[in-house]
């Protein structure tokens, strides 16, 4: 029968990435501190004291995945301090914590919006250094409703700041696709070569743009929109980032095999670019469905996720016939207000890992998880023989993770 167990650690792999359940403003400890001067990039999302309590939306049973379901809303995080002195002493912390984590080229880049930004920057030039200022990104979007009695606040500012004066930045790696052609004052012509340009005559000097020449981002990006709420990047968190604004920050930044880290990771955005430029990674929040939203997201075959277990009386149930055999999920109904009426057996389980309890983690031999290509969940593996004791991962409708090994009656 499976037995409930509480397992803090979860490795599949090398477990070499890391998603932490931990408060990223706190001081550096444990497993975070051992990254420290490590990072080529400290990416920071965090609240922005709006004094609100935020939700996010989670796929249910199979039927839930199908297109046009709604899907069950539940509590994803509240931004709610209290006093400002208690929002900067948090904000602090994060800053603080970045500036420890970045290696001598690296780079911060703090995601703010209006509420924050002026707090950011002062803290920022306190603990960075005026001097390593880079850039105050404008990242202007249109979604979202209309103010009357001002004008729409319809941007987030990206404050970045370099460690040291020897920082890594190529601008090259960001190109953008080049737009109808605007400079009506300027002379247009074709040289010798048959090239077209641009040409501009002023100051005594002569400036010449040709139109096949690459362009760049300036510090106002208007170009990448924000997520509706169809998208199909969407995990659920109302406040997720896109994919195109996170490989935007990194791409000058970082390169093959360097490490970014997250203090506030949210749905996994960084960590999903990360991935996809080929970067390790560390993604810290203090919320643990945050941290399995993320590792649901990455489907990383080399990772360690440290997050605690939902102690509660829900049961698993199954069959393992013995050492590299068959081991098959029978049972599973976990409670929760959100979840709807459960239509059929197993509805509740989101994902599940069969691997081997190891000393104090669990090894994760095999990964199954519903997804919007394949909702119907596999319960069936051939669990090969291994170190240590028998045992399933699971992860719910709702978020939350339990262990549970396998004792031979």
């Not at 590792?295 to 393992?320: F, H, K, M, N, Q």
């Amino acid at each position: 029968m499976f037995e409930p167990i509480s397992v803090t650690r979860e490795i599949t792999g090398k477990g070499q990435n890391l998603l932490l359940c931990a408060d990223g403003s706190a001081p550096l400890s444990g497993a975070l501190a051992g990254y420290a001067a490590q990072a080529q990039c400290v990416y920071i999302d965090p609240p922005f004291m709006t004094g609100d309590s935020f939700t996010r939306r989670r796929r249910f049973g199979q039927s839930g995945w199908k297109k046009g379901t709604p899907a069950p809303e539940y509590p994803a995080y509240a931004d709610r301090y209290g006093t400002r002195e208690s929002y900067l002493a948090f904000l602090r912390g994060l800053i603080e914590n970045a500036h420890k984590l970045l290696n001598q080229t690296g780079v911060l880049a703090l995601h703010l919006d209006w509420r924050t930004n002026a707090y950011g920057r002062i803290l920022c030039d306190e603990i960075f250094g005026e001097e390593l200022f880079l850039n105050e990104i404008i990242w202007s979007y249109e979604s979202g409703g209309r103010a009357k009695k001002y004008f729409s606040r319809k941007h987030d500012t990206i404050l970045l700041y370099a460690r040291t004066k020897d920082y890594r930045f190529d601008l090259r790696r960001v190109p953008l696709e080049r737009t109808e052609h605007r400079k009506n004052h300027m002379r247009r012509s074709v040289d010798e070569d048959g090239r077209a340009y641009s040409e501009i005559k002023t100051g005594g000097k002569v400036y010449r743009y040709y139109d096949d020449a690459p362009v760049y981002p300036g510090d106002v990006w208007t170009d990448i929109s924000h997520l509706q709420q169809r998208d199909p990047e969407r995990t659920g968190y109302a406040t997720q980032k896109p994919m195109k604004l996170l490989e935007r920050i990194l791409k000058p930044v970082v390169k093959e095999g360097d490490l970014v880290i997250d203090l506030c990771c949210g749905s996994g955005t960084s960590m999903a670019a990360a991935q996809e430029l080929s970067c390790r990674f560390v993604g810290v929040d203090s919320a643990p469905e945050a941290i399995l939203t993320s590792a649901s997201r990455l489907a990383c075959e080399d990772l360690a996720i440290c997050c605690p277990c939902t102690a509660d009386e829900t049961r698993l149930e199954g069959v393992y016939t013995g050492e590299g055999g068959m081991m098959l999920l029978t049972g599973f109904n976990a409670q929760h207000p959100s979840f709807p009426r459960i239509e059929q057996a197993m509805d509740t389980l989101e994902s599940w890992s069969a691997g081997h309890i190891v000393g104090d983690a669990f090894i994760v031999d095999q990964t199954f998880r519903r997804t919007p290509r394949n909702p119907e969940l596999p319960l069936f593996c051939i669990l090969p023989a291994g170190e240590g004791e028998p045992a399933v991962s699971t992860v719910d409708a709702a978020g939350r993770r339990r262990v549970y090994r396998w004792v031979f009656e």
